[in-house]
């Protein structure tokens, strides 16, 4: 198995291409590519983990900072490990741990007791992590099953080792309220932290933790604010405090820890840990964690492109996979805490008596219909369903489809219900294996006054109005200043997502024969136009009283301008996925509509066509966030789809081609979703529609690879696999020059779902100059 060590970048490089190289004999498999150290240097919380299962709930890696949401967690730059913790979730974190020896700090604070390491002698692949505590001389190593953290630490010969609990401290989003740790045996003790509310999960959230080492303890004690105290009960409780063991005599000096966590109680921490991980075989569960990242990375497989371009590609499938994280314990339990008190639920059980899907906790699918939910429905369709589940699974406790729930809370992140999307791509992909009579009653009340659309970003009070939904279904738009909490109160964004969130669910409609629906949402729909201004040409805010806002500019500075969200007028002006012809006759037609486009990247490209984080309203192109992901796509549909083939692939290789820690993402990869889309960029397919039409198409773009494989859930979809094949591919050669579908001439940048999901092969000829007659119909 080959290790990726974290190098400086061009050392990293060459020491891959003479792995690969010396590999000839040796298949290389797709986690041999991953390089989890991209872009680290500036991570938010959730983006590192490194010893993790796909949507594991645990997710253990090393923390070199552990206060605040962004900037959080393992930071390239910082040498410093404060503590191994098995939680980075979105606004979740916990149980922080630390193996030192000599003088006992943990009393003291991570800043005390953290500790030194090198790069050179550190190594992370999916599923594993290994770092030396140079100031303790210890050598940690990490690995996990779906809700166990598995550690092995070698201490040095002769030395006390302690392992800190540091379950009081402050950790990423919040403090801890108050944390319990106590001694259950000579080789276990267990425990709690209580996540202290933050401004978007609005509850204090309990994580329940379970620790058994492999040798027995021959102390156990605690502190207090900072300060040593007598343990009589074995047992440490209160705010600001945490918990030590230590190990004076052990057999070897390799001790193992197995830690599993729960958010329902001890008991079903220790459940967890008794049924996934029974034994103390670590090199096992390492090799179990390799083959079960292998498993589902292999279910696209590429060849050609550089090793770059396949580090990279892999690197962005694992961050697909890996964001959004389970909730529920091994038996189906979690803990639902959309009322008054948390209350402990049961997802569905199949026959076997096991749970037909698991509960999730994941941040806002504001963007996801350009990124995972097209790649997830193509590769992982098993993946739409757990995710539908578990977001109606939320709607019978809670009254509302969610759009991000962390710890079982509604955090009402962002904007609008992007869920409405999620759901129409996978009914009318044909992924059903939820009640979706269920799902349309919940996502249809979100589409009202009172549903989730009507609550602005992290607005919790009773009486939401801060998403504007009487003024949109009144007047058609939501206006400006609109008075009260809660965040992202951006009108214009909010009346062009909520038009598309309309057109998602009268495709339901019409798929479910709804033709009464059908007409509301689609006449709902085109609400876009009554913010189009012909005299500036864009998408134009306007006020209560229908008059527009004055000193508009398309772009500007800071944040975003008034009226869009994270964003501004010239990028969002092209946020009508469902009906661009519609907005390329507002523009005077496609040519009009093409120069516009251009225009933006021409005008982006200094800026490598993003912006900083926080700087959103400054640029014409912007894919450092979700509302700009489309834009390269756009010239598919204006009648000139080798500008989509040349920018795409100029989007995919300047602004997310980097494999060093300081580029890749461009700070903010958002829970899998830029990673999704690095993938379709790379394989040549999109969604303009998200999929959610009843008529799904996938459009076409010039692939990285040579071929690409992509493997059918046959549960799902009769075909066994569907291939993407380019002939003459190269740097130059990156426009379309015919095509072939299943061995027939194909001339247009579009094919349909049914065709993929069949099965199949659609076969490209590339070249370096443009054919400008390929591809101009749909």
């Known amino acids: 198995m080959k290790i990726f060590k974290a190098f400086k970048p061009v050392i990293y490089l060459c020491l891959l291409f003479l792995a690969i190289t010396s590999c000839q004999q040796k298949a290389i498999k797709p986690t041999d590519l991953v390089n989890p150290f991209i872009d680290t240097h500036k991570c938010r919380w959730f983006f590192f983990s490194s010893a993790s299962r796909p949507f594991g709930m645990v997710n253990l890696s090393p923390d070199t900072r552990t206060k605040g949401s962004w900037k959080s967690g393992y930071l390239y730059d910082s040498l410093n490990v404060r503590c191994f913790s098995h939680v980075h979730a979105w606004q979740m974190s916990g149980i922080p741990v630390m193996p030192t020896v000599g003088e006992f700090k943990g009393h003291l604070g991570m800043d005390a007791y953290k500790s030194s390491f090198k790069h050179e002698t550190e190594i992370a692949r999916p599923g594993y992590h290994k770092v030396v505590l140079d100031d303790y001389n210890i050598t940690a190593e990490l690995t996990s099953t779906t809700r166990v953290g598995f550690h092995k630490y070698q201490f040095p010969k002769n030395e006390k080792g302690f392992v800190i609990f540091d379950t009081g401290a402050y950790l990423a989003h919040s403090k801890m309220d108050s944390s319990m740790v106590f001694r259950v045996n000579d080789n276990e003790i267990a425990g709690f932290s209580l996540m202290g509310r933050t401004g978007r999960r609005p509850k204090p959230t309990y994580v329940y933790f379970v620790a058994r080492f492999n040798q027995p303890i021959s102390e156990f004690g605690g502190w207090k604010n900072k300060k040593i105290i007598t343990t009589p009960n074995n047992k440490i409780a209160g705010k600001n405090c945490g918990a030590f063991v230590s190990f004076d005599q052990m057999k070897d000096e390799n001790l193992l820890m197995k830690v599993a966590i729960s958010y329902t109680n001890i008991e079903q921490a220790r459940l967890n840990l008794e049924t996934e991980l029974a034994h103390w075989d670590f090199?096992?569960?390492?090799?179990?964690?390799?083959?079960?990242?292998?498993?589902?990375?292999?279910?696209?497989?590429?060849?050609?492109?550089?090793?770059?371009?396949?580090?990279?590609?892999?690197?962005?499938?694992?961050?697909?996979?890996?964001?959004?994280?389970?909730?529920?314990?091994?038996?189906?339990?979690?803990?639902?805490?959309?009322?008054?008190?948390?209350?402990?639920?049961?997802?569905?059980?199949?026959?076997?008596?096991?749970?037909?899907?698991?509960?999730?906790?994941?941040?806002?699918?504001?963007?996801?219909?350009?990124?995972?939910?097209?790649?997830?429905?193509?590769?992982?369709?098993?993946?739409?369903?757990?995710?539908?589940?578990?977001?109606?699974?939320?709607?019978?406790?809670?009254?509302?489809?969610?759009?991000?729930?962390?710890?079982?809370?509604?955090?009402?992140?962002?904007?609008?219900?992007?869920?409405?999307?999620?759901?129409?791509?996978?009914?009318?992909?044909?992924?059903?294996?939820?009640?979706?009579?269920?799902?349309?009653?919940?996502?249809?009340?979100?589409?009202?006054?009172?549903?989730?659309?009507?609550?602005?970003?992290?607005?919790?009070?009773?009486?939401?109005?801060?998403?504007?939904?009487?003024?949109?279904?009144?007047?058609?738009?939501?206006?400006?200043?609109?008075?009260?909490?809660?965040?992202?109160?951006?009108?214009?964004?909010?009346?062009?997502?909520?038009?598309?969130?309309?057109?998602?669910?009268?495709?339901?409609?019409?798929?479910?024969?709804?033709?009464?629906?059908?007409?509301?949402?689609?006449?709902?729909?085109?609400?876009?136009?009554?913010?189009?201004?012909?005299?500036?040409?864009?998408?134009?805010?306007?006020?209560?009283?229908?008059?527009?806002?004055?000193?508009?500019?398309?772009?500007?500075?800071?944040?975003?301008?008034?009226?869009?969200?994270?964003?501004?007028?010239?990028?969002?002006?092209?946020?009508?996925?469902?009906?661009?012809?519609?907005?390329?006759?507002?523009?005077?037609?496609?040519?009009?509509?093409?120069?516009?486009?251009?225009?933006?990247?021409?005008?982006?490209?200094?800026?490598?066509?993003?912006?900083?984080?926080?700087?959103?309203?400054?640029?014409?192109?912007?894919?450092?966030?979700?509302?700009?992901?489309?834009?390269?796509?756009?010239?598919?549909?204006?009648?000139?789809?080798?500008?989509?083939?040349?920018?795409?692939?100029?989007?995919?290789?300047?602004?997310?081609?980097?494999?060093?820690?300081?580029?890749?993402?461009?700070?903010?990869?958002?829970?899998?979703?830029?990673g999704a889309l690095g993938v379709l960029m790379s394989i040549g397919m999109f969604q303009m529609d998200g999929g959610c039409s009843v008529d799904s198409k996938y459009d076409i773009t010039t692939p990285l690879f040579d071929e690409v494989k992509i493997h059918l859930n046959p549960k799902y979809y009769t075909g066994k696999t569907f291939t993407i094949k380019t002939n003459n591919n190269s740097k130059e050669n990156m426009y379309i020059q015919s095509a072939k579908l299943n061995g027939k001439e194909w001339n247009s940048f579009q094919f349909s779902h049914s065709d993929f999901a069949k099965g199949g092969k659609i076969e490209l000829n590339l070249g370096s100059q443009p054919n400008k007659n390929w591809g101009i119909n749909q």
């Open 283 to 674: 090199d096992k569960v390492v090799k179990e964690s390799d083959d079960e990242w292998n498993k589902w990375l292999s279910k696209i497989e590429i060849k050609g492109g550089t090793e770059k371009q396949q580090v990279k590609f892999y690197t962005d499938l694992w961050h697909s996979l890996l964001g959004r994280r389970i909730v529920s314990d091994v038996d189906g339990k979690f803990c639902d805490m959309t009322g008054e008190k948390p209350a402990i639920r049961q997802m569905p059980l199949n026959a076997e008596g096991k749970p037909k899907n698991n509960f999730y906790n994941f941040d806002a699918w504001w963007g996801s219909h350009w990124t995972l939910n097209v790649l997830w429905s193509m590769a992982y369709p098993e993946m739409m369903d757990e995710f539908c589940n578990s977001m109606v699974e939320m709607y019978n406790h809670g009254g509302l489809i969610p759009r991000g729930p962390s710890g079982g809370n509604y955090t009402y992140v962002m904007i609008g219900d992007p869920a409405v999307s999620f759901f129409a791509t996978a009914y009318n992909k044909g992924i059903r294996n939820y009640d979706i009579q269920k799902a349309y009653e919940g996502l249809r009340k979100n589409a009202f006054v009172g549903g989730i659309r009507d609550r602005a970003g992290y607005e919790h009070r009773d009486n939401p109005q801060g998403g504007g939904m009487g003024y949109y279904v009144e007047q058609g738009y939501v206006p400006e200043y609109i008075k009260g909490p809660g965040g992202h109160k951006d009108g214009a964004s909010m009346t062009l997502e909520y038009a598309y969130q309309d057109w998602c669910l009268a495709q339901i409609a019409k798929a479910t024969g709804n033709n009464s629906d059908y007409e509301l949402f689609n006449k709902r729909s085109k609400n876009y136009k009554k913010l189009w201004n012909p005299e500036t040409r864009f998408i134009h805010p306007r006020m209560k009283d229908g008059s527009w806002i004055e000193n508009f500019e398309p772009i500007g500075d800071g944040f975003h301008t008034l009226g869009f969200c994270e964003s501004n007028s010239a990028i969002y002006t092209n946020f009508v996925p469902h009906d661009l012809p519609g907005l390329m006759e507002l523009f005077g037609g496609k040519e009009k509509y093409t120069e516009y486009l251009s225009e933006c990247f021409r005008k982006a490209a200094p800026m490598n066509y993003i912006t900083d984080h926080g700087k959103h309203a400054q640029n014409w192109v912007d894919y450092e966030n979700q509302p700009s992901c489309q834009m390269a796509h756009l010239f598919n549909y204006t009648g000139a789809p080798w500008l989509s083939q040349k920018w795409v692939r100029e989007v995919k290789e300047t602004t997310f081609g980097d494999t060093t820690p300081y580029g890749g993402y461009n700070g903010d990869e958002d829970q899998g979703q830029m």
